[in-house]
Structures are given as structure tokens and as C-alpha cells.
């Protein structure tokens, strides 16, 4: 048995193996989130025993890969070539920190602790920029892990989501550390990373709970269950499709409701920012205004909707029209009582599946107008974080990829948002554990900004989260239903809410001024090694 685990611990593709099948049991729904700890060890055996930066990023790719795979398998269902291609460029840009951990590895002047903040830098610097780019891809932040232990990770309020990477990665790498040269700095160091969070955890669980809220909102959620696959979700036409919605609203609404949540793609006619031949999206909005004013509330649903350009103000890449340009976009619309109908339009779109990724840049580089990038993009991107009034607060509609980006949600608690809503169609990967950390993930969202979760999935998983991330309500995969619920409206912003991601803005400033700072002092040192050996070569001048 010795032997066989020596074997392990010195063999790199057993250890890339077992890191990577390590990480993926960690994902919900599997409730093993502390497998991220040996796994993340594994990784940094496997960085001390590469020779190279480029060696380290060879053997831990195939971890990254085996990861990616068990966790977000489910993407090659939506799209077979798209899933493959994401799973191999995600997995090759998750080694780009690896590279950089190995770099601060090798400095062997430097403390062991430092050496180890260092390298929860790379990894936490590496997480926040993929949430800043075309391809971002937040599913596999080492945070989203924990969504499922939530009592766990309460400090989240403080640090955003970020604190878990920060928490896993820095006591790993203090592990490592530890276990290469064991010193008791190193030791009250890592037990000290290991035990504070968990219980700043229990403080802040123990002390909260008192918040005022200024009223409680009666909110109805719809569960349409409608086919993604199928035209008008499996139903004759469009009006119908609406019909089941009405049907399923009517059958919980009372007069005190305040807001009906419908999900993404809920209405099945596209709607337009103009008068058009489409009749039916005409009586839809005619219709859907007039229930609002009727209900005296406020009704939140998914649509593909088309904004014409007409004043001139078009976008840079619009698609070409008859009379006008124009962009479709993912949007989700707000009848208010007494209102014109509003918009959101969703701006976090997933690559490639929604939007083509640089599409502008390709656009400029096509020099020679090979493909028409204005009708190839995709949907447009929202830029403007519409809210929809309800009663005396307001609150956003995030469109299913929004709900992963806590850095964009801020947005909306900053401007008063009372609680957040998440409109979603997790249809689209079948009955997988796809939908399941979608909905896990938004109790993560929960505890960040001391917000009230309302979530409608077209096929579930629809709920309710308190902002402690415990669940409330919370409705079967696959069903056709609907619920109300009261709502607590709360005013007061946590600190992440006021001061957003400056853990790994931090981070990142530490380690690229680390990196730099030891570049130019090693180039100083070999230029100075240089000189002393010329001189040392260069015989004496006779007299």
C-alpha cells in the first residue's frame, strides 16, 4: 500500500489523474466541496516536480481537462462541437496560473508564506480576469464549489465568492509549503487560513438576522415547463403558449401580488421597440400591459427582442434592415402597471452559443470583408442595468448567464435593487447536473449582498433563497407549476456590495508587481554577474 501511494506521489500522471477526477466530485450536485483541498495539493506536487513552467502547464492540462469534463459535460448536449471546443480552451487557459505558480516556485530566496500568497495570487488574478472577457467562463470559479455549503461561507459578504478561492488556495499552498520545509510560522500560518473563515463564518451567522425590512412583497414564480426544442414551447402557437402562463399565474395570484416572474424565452413570438407587420407580438404587448394594470402588478418575462434603430444612433455591428438596422437581443421585458413596456437587455452572453467572442475586433482585422460579422455575431449586448419597479422597490431581471457574474449584479444593488430576480431556461442541457449548480450558484449570489433570490427556471429548478443561502422554496426539475411567496425587501448593501471585487483586485496587484519586481531584479543580478565575470576574464593593464 506504501508503496502503491509513493508510486502516486511521485508519478505525474497519477497525480494529474487523481487531481482532476478530485476536482470534478467537488461541483455540486455531488456534496464533496472539501476534495478541493487534496486536489489543489496534488496540483502544487505536480508544479514542484516539473522542471519547466511549460512542463508544470503539460502535466497538470490533463487534471484541467478531466475537471472541465465532469463538471460541465452537459454543454455538449446543447451543442456537441461548442461543448468540446469550450471543455479544450477553458482547461488550456486554467494553466496559464499553473505556469506563474511554478515562476514564484522556484524563487527560493523568498519566504515560504509568501511564496504561497503568491501563488493564491495567480490563481485568484487568473479567476477575476475570465470574468472580464469575451470568453468568460465563471462555472469552474474554485468558490462555486462551496454554493451547497453556504453556512460555511457566510464571509462571502465581505470578500464576494473570491474569499473561497482565496481560503482554498492559500491554505494548499501553505500545505505545500509546509510539507517541503516544515517551519512553525508556515504551521500557525496555514492553521490559522484554515480555521478564520470557517469561523468568521459562525460570527457573522450568529450575529445576523436582525436586518429591518421595509415590507414584504407577495411575489408569484411560473414553472411553464414549455419544450425548448420544440416551436412555441410545444404548444400550437404562441397565444397559447401565453394562455398556459395566464392559466398557471391565475391559479396562485391574489390581490395582494406584487410581481409575476416568468422565465427566460417565456413569451414565445419575438417582441420589437416598434410598430411591425407582427400581429402577434402587437396583441401580446397590448395584452400583457392591459394585465398589469388589471392586477395592479408588476409582470417580469423572458422574449427575444428586436430593437430597431431609427434616430441614427445605431449600434457599431447592427444587423441591415429593410427600413432600419436593427439587433436582436436576449432580453427580459417589464409591464408595469400604468407604464410603457420596459427592457433589459442581457449583458453577460455566453460565448459562442450567444455571441460571437471579438466580434468587433474580428470585424476590423476582415480587411478583406470575408464574412458578413453583423448578421454572424449573435444576439447584441446590453450595456444598461435596467431595473423594473415593483411597488416602492425595484429589482433587476438577470438573464440566466447574468446570475454567475456577482461583479455585474453589484450594479444593481448599488442602485437600490430591494431583491434580486433571476429569470432562466436550463432546457437546454436536459435533465443533467447542469441546471442544478445554476440554481446552486445563486445562493452564492444570495449571501454576497444580503439579498431575497427570486428564480424562475422554464423547467425548473424555480425557488426561493434566503440571504443566508438557505432554500426556501424550491420546485422539481421538469414540473409544470407555479407558487407565491413573500418576499422581504431589504435596503441595507454588505461590504462586498460597496466595494466589489477588491480581494482579487488586490491580488492581482500584489502578485503582477511581485512578478515584475523579481523579473528586473533577476535581470539585475545576471547583468552584474555578467560584468564581475568579464572583469574577472579581463587581464590587468601593465605599466
Known amino acids: ?132 472577457w469575451d470568453l468568460a467562463w465563471p462555472w469552474l470559479t474554485v468558490g462555486n464549489a462551496w454554493a451547497n455549503a453556504p453556512q460555511l461561507v457566510q464571509y462571502i459578504s465581505v470578500t464576494g465568492y473570491w474569499g473561497i478561492s482565496f481560503w482554498v488556495l492559500f491554505s494548499c499552498a501553505l500545505a505545500y509549503q509546509l510539507f517541503k520545509k516544515p517551519q512553525q510560522a508556515v504551521k500557525v500560518a496555514l492553521a490559522t487560513v484554515l480555521l478564520i473563515f470557517p469561523l468568521w463564518s459562525f460570527a457573522i451567522t450568529l450575529f445576523s438576522g436582525s436586518q429591518k425590512t421595509a415590507e414584504k412583497q407577495e411575489v408569484v414564480v411560473v414553472q411553464p415547463n414549455f419544450d425548448s426544442y420544440k416551436p412555441n414551447g410545444g404548444y400550437e402557437n404562441s397565444r397559447k403558449a401565453t394562455g398556459h402562463l395566464l392559466h398557471l399565474t391565475d391559479s396562485v395570484r391574489t390581490k395582494n401580488t406584487k410581481l409575476v416572474v416568468w422565465p427566460e424565452n417565456a413569451i414565445q413570438t419575438s417582441m420589437f421597440n416598434t410598430i411591425t407587420n407582427n400581429d402577434v407580438a402587437t396583441d401580446t404587448k397590448k395584452m400583457l400591459l392591459a394585465r398589469a394594470d388589471k392586477w395592479n402588478a408588476t409582470i417580469i418575462a423572458g422574449a427575444t427582442y428586436f430593437q430597431y434603430f431609427n434616430n441614427g444612433k445605431e449600434p457599431e455591428l447592427p444587423y441591415p434592415g429593410r427600413r432600419w438596422d436593427y439587433l436582436p437581443y436576449n432580453a427580459a421585458l417589464g409591464f408595469i402597471p400604468h407604464k410603457p413596456m420596459q427592457v433589459y437587455r442581457k449583458h453577460n452572453l455566453v460565448p459562442i452559443v450567444e455571441r460571437v467572442p471579438f466580434v468587433r475586433f474580428l470585424n476590423d482585422i476582415d480587411i478583406f470583408g470575408w464574412i458578413n460579422w453583423n448578421t454572424e455575431q449573435g444576439y447584441g449586448r446590453g450595456e444598461k442595468t435596467n431595473q423594473f419597479s415593483v411597488g416602492d422597490t425595484k429589482t433587476p431581471a438577470l438573464v440566466c448567464y447574468d446570475s454567475v457574474f456577482p461583479g455585474w ?135
Not at 471546443?85 to 509568501?114: C, D, G
Not at 450594479?411 to 447536473?433: E, H, M, P, R
Not at 413573500?486 to 496587484?509: C, H, M, N
Request: aromatic share 16%; glycine share 6%.
Open 1 to 132: 500500500m506504501k508503496s502503491f501511494l509513493d508510486y502516486i506521489w511521485n508519478t505525474k500522471w497519477a497525480l494529474t489523474l487523481t487531481a482532476g477526477i478530485l476536482l470534478g466530485l467537488s461541483y455540486p450536485p455531488i456534496p464533496l466541496p472539501f476534495l478541493v483541498f487534496p486536489a489543489f495539493f496534488l496540483i502544487f506536487r505536480i508544479i514542484d516536480l516539473s522542471s519547466s513552467a511549460r512542463e508544470a502547464a503539460y502535466w497538470t492540462y490533463p487534471a484541467f481537462v478531466i475537471w472541465n469534463l465532469i463538471v460541465t459535460y452537459w454543454l455538449m448536449l446543447a451543442t456537441l462541437a461548442g461543448g468540446i471546443a469550450a471543455i479544450i480552451a477553458n482547461s488550456a487557459v486554467m494553466t496559464v496560473p499553473v505556469m506563474l505558480q511554478y515562476y514564484f516556485q522556484e524563487k527560493k530566496r523568498l519566504k515560504p508564506w509568501i511564496i504561497a500568497l503568491l501563488q493564491a495570487g495567480c490563481w485568484l488574478s487568473y479567476e477575476y480576469l475570465h470574468h472580464q
Open 409 to 543: 449584479i453589484r450594479n444593481f444593488v448599488q442602485k437600490g435593487a430591494g431583491y434580486l430576480t433571476i429569470i432562466t431556461n436550463d432546457g437546454w442541457w436536459g435533465d443533467t447536473s447542469g441546471h442544478e449548480q445554476h440554481f446552486a450558484y445563486a445562493r452564492l449570489r444570495a449571501i454576497e449582498f444580503d439579498r431575497w433570490i427570486v428564480r424562475s427556471a422554464n423547467n425548473g429548478i424555480s425557488g426561493i433563497i434566503a440571504p443566508n443561502g438557505s432554500l426556501k422554496v424550491k420546485t422539481d426539475y421538469w414540473d409544470t407549476t407555479a407558487f407565491r411567496y413573500d418576499v422581504p425587501v431589504i435596503e441595507y448593501k454588505t461590504l462586498y456590495a460597496r466595494f466589489g471585487d477588491w480581494l482579487p483586485i488586490f491580488l492581482l496587484i500584489i502578485t503582477l508587481g511581485s512578478f515584475g519586481y523579481l523579473l528586473i531584479s533577476s535581470k539585475i543580478l545576471q547583468s552584474r554577474d555578467y560584468s564581475s565575470s568579464i572583469k574577472e576574464r579581463t587581464p590587468s593593464s601593465q605599466n
